[in-house]
């Protein structure tokens, strides 16, 4: 450690579309949803986090819930440093003497172009970033995962997050191949949204819609511990009068089934592009799941099945990226890192 070392302070940003997690020497000092509310006649944020989702669609004109992410990249670039700076002034440190300068590594689909990649950058270095470092989202939940991406030996990731779908193989400290597909927790949520309209006409919210996910979501028609179906209550779309509808996890992987079938096609699209010497490697040693979306029930065992190579659910699945971002920002001199 040098002399001058406390003088900075050193943050592993998960930047997502659903959550923004912060590490600070290697603990979670962060794990907040990624929206804040803006009060609308000053421009000021109110508030951030799990305050603001509290309030999300619940709002008068004159105040305003914004996610600044969109399919893992920014879409308000405004909200997205006021999010960043705001989540950074959650962190509780105990050196309120001095302010430090601040290093980070954050997270990015490995998807964004240029523009995207200069927006988080931006973003960050208008929040208080003075060392900015950008890691690629699939390297970092591998490294997140523990895996060894120095390897000479191939690793293969499915991180599904909120916007973005990533999906990469990993070699000698790179990403072999990859791609990137707009289809992830978001729209699982969206679909269930749909469904529920066009099935039992009742019109649900976000936060309604993403509860049915997490309490009955599924990636198959038939469990081995099945979750009891789930009660939404929301107004009759005909007639406006209140109803209630129980909802199954059958109904749920049937919603479901053409979001994760073009996540399938993405995944086969990646391996054809494997080389054959690091596809051995993969088959042997199974793809790794992660993002909070890797918590669907059944989904490696619809994977497995589907893909014929084994499907590991990472022990962590949603900090996989932000555990990544901090094992980078101790490891400063990792050719993958972007400066
Ligand atoms: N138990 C669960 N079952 C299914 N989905 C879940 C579960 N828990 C969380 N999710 C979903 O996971 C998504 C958030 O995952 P994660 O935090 O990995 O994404 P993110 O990093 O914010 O997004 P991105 O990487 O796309 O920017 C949300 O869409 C959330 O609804």
Not at 36 to 59: F, L, N, P, W
């Amino acid at each position: 450690m040098g002399l001058f070392s406390f003088l900075t302070q050193e943050l592993a940003i998960d930047l997502g579309t659903a959550n923004t997690i912060i590490l600070y020497n290697e603990k979670i000092v962060v794990d907040q949803p990624s929206i804040v509310a803006i009060d609308q006649s000053t421009g000021k944020m109110i508030a951030i986090g799990e305050q603001a989702r509290a309030m999300h669609g619940k709002t008068h004109e004159n105040i305003k819930t914004i996610r600044p992410l969109r399919d893992g990249v920014i879409a308000d670039f405004n909200a997205a440093e006021q999010m960043i700076r705001g989540m950074i002034s959650l962190i509780n440190t105990k050196n309120p003497v001095f302010t430090p300068s601040l290093r980070m590594v954050i997270g990015i689909p490995s998807g964004s172009t240029e523009v995207e990649i200069r927006a988080v950058r931006d973003s960050a270095e208008h929040a208080g970033g003075r060392d900015v470092y950008l890691i690629y989202e699939p390297m970092a939940a591998a490294l997140g995962i523990g895996l060894d991406v120095m390897a000479p030996e191939g690793s293969m990731v499915v991180d599904i997050g909120g916007g973005t779908t990533e999906i990469a193989v990993i070699a000698l400290g790179g990403i072999v191949c990859n791609k990137s597909v707009r289809i992830a927790g978001d729209g699982f949520t969206a679909d269930i949204q749909a469904y529920m309209r066009q099935q039992h006409n009742v019109k649900i919210g976000e936060r309604t819609a993403e509860d049915i996910k997490i309490n009955v979501g599924s990636a198959l028609p038939d469990l081995e511990n099945p979750p009891a179906d789930y009660i939404v209550r929301g107004p009759n779309l005909m007639t406006a009068l209140p109803i209630e509808v129980p909802v199954s996890y059958q109904e749920i992987s049937y919603c479901l089934d053409k979001s994760l079938s073009k996540i399938e096609s993405a995944i086969f699209n990646v391996l054809e592009q494997t080389p054959p010497e690091l596809y051995a490697d993969i088959v042997q040693k199974g793809i790794y799941l992660a993002g909070g979306g890797a918590l669907l029930r059944g989904l490696d065992k619809r994977l497995s099945e589907k893909v014929n190579i084994p499907f590991h659910v990472a022990e962590d699945p949603l900090h996989a990226v932000a555990r990544g971002t901090s094992i980078a920002i101790k490891n400063l001199s990792f050719p993958f890192l972007m400066r």
